[in-house]
């Protein structure tokens, strides 16, 4: 695989589709904070701040994950690069996974009044938590583009947002300002079934055939679980399966699945694009 690859949009709402069922109305009945850091400090008080609240609703807002409890505060989370949330116990009578035994990566492990375990297991602790007053907002959070599957993301938005934009197409669509969650894989995978090379200046791509395949890439991945490179897994374990699926993503030298052209790579910005050549010209 083509290094470390941080969870994108569909990786993180199948992570907030499984823990909905389990969070969402039910109590942190104990919170166990075993370091006082990931990639940046905890916040104070955690353990104390969380106990006792109810998770009111579990939102996704671009990458990170916000579960809005009673307390008034909203529980920030940040998968990293390696960062894994686990379901254990009781789950609405679905299915049942014995509590596992603690794991040396355990950073965060959350106990649910229903008796379902959340565990936040990172190994590089490049994730994050944080806590902030739910009727503000967090910097994490600020100036954020519109969400790829909701309405404001549209033809009439997009194309203005990239008529004065001097960069590649594909740095563009990776910029959170002008669209938030979209990563490195899906943006090659939209790229390519939109015919659209990667260096192709963004103020001179129509965005009339991006805003679809956007949407449609993104539906798909989250159908099939996400991707699972490198640590990524949904939250009862499983893999996600859309990796199957890429047409360009990783596959240099590969044939494309049009034309047979070899897949080649280009390197923009530190990271890999992957496209075809013959299919995607301009």
């Given amino acids: 695989m083509s290094g470390v690859t ?4 569909p990786e993180v709402e199948t992570v907030r589709r499984g823990l909905h069922p389990v969070m969402a109305g039910h109590t942190i009945v104990q919170a166990d904070i075993n370091r006082p850091d990931l990639r ?29 409890l009673s307390t008034g505060e909203t529980l920030l989370i940040h998968l990293g690069m390696s960062g894994r949330i686990l379901i254990s116990g009781q789950s609405l009578g ?3 996974h014995d509590h596992p035994a603690p794991q040396k990566h ?14 936040f297991n990172d190994a590089r602790r490049f994730g994050a938590m944080d806590l902030f007053a739910t009727s ?6 600020t100036d954020l583009g519109p969400e790829p599957l909701g309405n404001d993301f549209n033809e009439t938005y997009l194309t203005a947002a ?7 197409i594909k740095s563009a669509l990776l910029d959170q300002h002008v669209v938030a ?5 899906y943006v090659c995978e939209v790229l390519f079934r939109a015919r659209i090379h990667p260096a192709r200046l963004a103020a001179a791509t129509p965005a009339a055939p991006l805003v679809p395949l956007i949407r449609e890439v993104l539906l ?4 099939a679980g996400g991707s699972s490179l490198k640590d990524y897994r949904q939250t009862d374990g499983e893999l996600g399966y859309f990796q199957h699926r890429f047409q360009v993503y990783d596959r240099k030298g590969q044939p494309c699945p049009v034309c047979a052209t070899p897949i080649e790579r280009l390197v923009q910005s530190g990271r890999s694009s992957f496209y075809c050549p013959n299919c995607q010209r301009s």
């Fill in 6 to 9: 941080m969870p994108e949009l």
């Fill in 40 to 68: 940046f400090p905890l916040p104070a008080n955690m353990k104390h701040r969380l106990e006792g609240a109810t998770v009111l609703n579990l939102r996704r807002r671009s990458k990170y994950l916000l579960a809005d």
């Fill in 94 to 96: 679905t299915f049942y």
């Fill in 106 to 119: 355990d950073h965060v492990v959350l106990h649910m009044s229903n008796g379902a375990r959340i565990t």
């Fill in 136 to 141: 503000a907002s967090h910097s994490l959070l």
């Fill in 162 to 168: 990239l008529a004065s934009r001097k960069t590649p």
């Fill in 181 to 185: 969650g979209l990563g490195n894989i």
């Fill in 220 to 223: 798909e991945a989250i159908a």
